[in-house]
């Protein structure tokens, strides 16, 4: 079965911390995406990469990076942590043809920063 | 920007009862369309995906899409308790790799 794999469930971390989140697919999949989901707000796209080492701007960008050195995983980096980036964040991956079926979420990271 | 709005509910149905959710969208070179569940505390779920304008079925799930109006809805008919849950719709430009998803409609199922 395919899988994209967040490597936390859940984290706490605090203001001004470097905080990673790791997603890693195991589909050979070219596109990954990070999303984070907010009540009332659904998911909001944060970045997303289509080849090792490219990444393209997503909706809502600040205050993130990322980093894509192996085609299978795809980390999400707050530089420095706010308590206005608590959220539930989501990787998804998908084939390059666009396939609906091939667009696979991770179970998801929820972070809290204190 | 490219917006993606459905009603967020709660929407509340009886047992047995069609349920529809509804979704419009802002881009009009939008292409693909999807709807995905969410249960509680769950990452999404496709269940449903269309692309040309009519209706699509797949057992209890009708996805019905009118690109004139920029409209997408799902019906679900004989609604179950256990489709109690947020479903997302989403659209993808043609060319684009992402989705954009609007904030969701949750549903309860009333036994």
């Known amino acids: 079965d395919v899988k994209v794999t967040q490597s936390s469930r859940y984290l706490v971390k605090r203001t001004g911390e470097k905080v990673f989140l790791e997603c890693v697919q195991d589909?050979?999949?070219?596109?990954m995406f990070w999303y984070r989901q907010d009540p009332g707000l659904g998911l909001r796209l944060i970045y997303f990469?289509?080849?090792?080492?490219?990444?393209e701007k997503g909706d809502i960008p600040e205050g993130y990076s990322v980093s894509r050195e192996k085609k299978e995983r795809f980390s999400l980096i707050l530089e420095s942590a706010s308590t206005n980036q608590t959220s539930m964040y989501l990787c998804?991956?998908?084939?390059?043809?666009?396939?609906?079926?091939?667009?696979?979420f991770g179970s998801g990271t929820r972070l809290t920063v204190v | 920007q490219k917006e993606v709005e459905q009603n967020s509910g709660p929407l509340s149905v009886p047992e047995g009862a069609i349920a529809s959710l509804n979704c419009t969208y802002s881009d009009r070179g939008s292409q693909s369309f999807f709807w995905y569940r969410q249960y509680s505390g769950k990452s999404p779920e496709l269940i449903m995906f269309i692309y040309s304008n009519g209706d699509k079925e797949d057992g209890r799930f009708t996805a019905q899409l009118n690109k004139a109006s920029q409209y997408v809805s799902l019906l679900i008919r004989d609604s179950q308790p256990s489709d109690s849950a947020t479903y997302l719709c989403a659209v993808k430009e043609g060319s684009a790799r992402q989705l954009t998803f609007g904030s969701g409609t949750q549903l309860t199922v009333l036994p």
């Open positions: 589909m050979d999949h070219e596109n």
């Open positions: 990469s289509y080849d090792v080492k490219m990444k």
């Open positions: 998804a991956s998908s084939s390059p043809d666009g396939s609906p079926r091939g667009y696979t």
